[in-house]
């Protein structure tokens, strides 16, 4: 079992930065992918982006290409997603996912979440 714990989350004017940080522990010996997803009420969790268990590849939702960099550093087990020129849209309950099986963009293929962090934009 792989167990994900994200913080960094908040409030922050639109235009501005966050860092979100996802803790993994448990089986960190599993060379797994990680990734980040958002929700908001009424709405499917939504790919954000994805990397590699090595970092040497990244994914992202056209919506946040250019914004958003996701990164890991394997040595603590942690998974980042920096979050620039942040837009009122960008408000949601962004999770940290595990070990994708399948199509990585759909939530439904990965195997391991963490319980979600809050991020709110204002104007």
């Known amino acids: 079992q792989v167990q994900l714990v994200e913080s960094g989350g908040g409030l922050v004017q639109a235009g501005g930065s966050l860092r979100l940080s996802c803790a993994m522990s448990g089986r960190t010996d599993h060379n797994i992918p990680t990734g980040w997803f958002r929700q908001t009420p009424g709405k499917e969790r939504e790919f954000v982006a994805a990397?590699?268990?090595?970092?040497?590849?990244?994914f992202y939702a056209d919506s946040v290409k250019g914004r958003f960099t996701i990164s890991r550093d394997n040595a603590v087990n942690t998974t980042y997603l920096q979050m620039n020129s942040l837009k009122l849209e960008d408000t949601a309950v962004y999770y940290c996912a595990g070990d994708p099986e399948g199509n990585f963009r759909s939530g439904r293929s990965w195997q391991f979440w963490g319980q979600g962090t809050r991020v709110t934009v204002s104007s």
């Open positions: 990397i590699t268990w090595s970092g040497g590849s990244t």
